[in-house]
């Protein structure tokens, strides 16, 4: 941070070249507001490549560079004809060429004035020399295109990562409902599976079926292998051949080791495993992914940025992810089991099912919410609903003698050592 207390960008030469090509091939010049950074759909699709290229820059910072750079091709073109080849704007030679392919294969914008009568940023330019950057006034509202539209419908807009999915079964819809949430477009995902039972689901959407893994694999970079555990060296082997170095393959199989994976593919496969549950279906799950030997921490980038809108992701160790699948994956079945006694309890006290069951399933989502939105320890929170000789600790301890915490933590551990007992098995195979 500066005197002033705005951060300086500090970009090296490198990655704003590759930012200005990133949005050259995105195609500026069909972005006719581009005189005013608010095209928050085209940054996102920008600040996915570069942090698949291992730039992490914030959409935020992607669009503050833009502004730096545009202000300095419009201070250039203010100058006299005789200073513009003695000119050095902060670096700007360095990128007047590409700057130029993309400003001025523009249309002109009809109205639109260039002021410099405001200081709008302070930053850093790549030679570490501060500097007072002028913007523009924004150009007027044109109601008859819009940047969304664009991006869906013209190809060269397109993100061209190609997404692939082996398995139809809920957990690749739920991965792709949330995909789709993102910059990834129906056109660029296929799904395989034998059966065709789960394809309406996916159809719907707008995403191609296919019967046949090979062709998926041969159509696809990222591939999700979201098939049962058992299933997975069947597949391994049916798909070997056709995985390149180009490909990063996904496993969602539980208890299935990276080193298995491994084993199957061919020799610096880039695989990474995940472990997602139920509610990504609603794009509230939580996801724990590992990377494999070959995976690099971008292809761990790539991966989150791809599943952020799918709920919590983290990556960790492997050792944690047969742990992330007894709390998580296993653990959604339990707080069923929980709710489903919940709402039991109020029958027998007299309430109606259909309402007791509502109202089980709100109480869980509203503590659930308030339990990760807090911050706090469930214990703090479990604390304030309690008071001295009220209804909840009579409650509580009726639970306590129950064991419910002892049982609780029990199926947790007895659900992670059946992951590691199924990825012993797979190993074997």
């Not at 990655?15 to 050259?24: G, N, S």
């Not at 719907?204 to 079926?209: Q, Y």
């Not at 944690?320 to 994956?329: A, C, E, P, R």
Request: charged share 25%; glycine share 8%; net charge neutral.
């Amino acid at each position: 941070m500066d005197e002033t207390g705005i951060k300086k960008q500090n970009w090296d030469v490198g990655e704003t070249e590759l930012f200005l090509e990133i949005l050259k091939e995105l195609d500026m010049k069909k972005c006719l507001d581009g005189r005013k950074v608010r095209n928050d759909t085209l940054f996102k699709v920008a600040h996915r490549r570069m942090t698949a290229a291992g730039f992490h820059r914030s959409v935020d910072q992607l669009k503050i560079r833009w502004k730096v750079l545009k202000s300095a091709y419009y201070k250039y073109n203010r100058q006299p004809q005789s200073q513009k080849a003695h000119s050095n704007i902060h670096g700007w030679w360095r990128y007047e060429k590409t700057m130029f392919a993309i400003m001025e294969s523009r249309r002109p914008l009809v109205g639109a004035v260039v002021h410099n009568d405001r200081n709008d940023e302070v930053t850093e330019d790549s030679e570490g020399k501060e500097s007072i950057l002028h913007w523009s006034q924004p150009c007027p509202e044109n109601s008859s295109l819009n940047l969304d539209l664009i991006i869906k419908t013209d190809p060269e807009m397109e993100p061209q990562l190609r997404i692939g999915f082996i398995g139809a079964g809920n957990m690749a819809y739920g991965i792709a409902k949330g995909i789709l949430s993102g910059d990834v477009l129906p056109i660029n995902v296929k799904v395989s599976a034998p059966s065709p039972r789960n394809f309406d689901r996916f159809q719907d959407l707008g995403i191609a079926v296919t019967h046949s893994n090979t062709e998926l694999i041969d159509s696809s970079d990222l591939v999700f292998l979201a098939v049962k555990p058992h299933l997975v060296p069947g597949v391994l082997s049916e798909i070997s051949l056709h995985v390149t170095r180009k490909h990063i393959i996904v496993s969602v199989a539980a208890g299935v080791t990276l080193a298995t994976l491994e084993e199957f593919l061919p020799q610096n496969s880039v695989i990474l495993r995940l472990m997602p549950n139920l509610p990504c279906l609603v794009q509230e799950g939580a996801l724990l992914f590992s990377r494999g030997t070959h995976a690099k921490p971008e292809d761990g980038a790539l991966l989150r940025s791809l599943l952020q809108h799918c709920g919590l992701v983290e990556e960790g160790p492997e050792a944690w992810i047969d742990v992330h699948t007894g709390l998580s994956g296993s653990g959604v079945a339990f707080v069923y089991l929980f709710a489903e006694a919940l709402a039991e309890g109020a029958v027998k006290m007299g309430m109606p099912s259909t309402l007791a069951h509502s109202i089980a399933s709100q109480t869980i989502l509203g503590a659930g919410r308030l339990l990760r939105d807090s911050g706090k320890h469930p214990a703090q929170l479990r604390s304030e609903v309690c008071t001295p000789g009220g209804t909840t600790i009579y409650g509580l301890h009726t639970l306590e003698q129950g064991g419910v915490r002892a049982a609780t933590m029990s199926a947790v551990e007895s659900a992670t050592e059946r992951a590691r007992e199924l990825g012993r098995m797979s190993a074997r195979k």
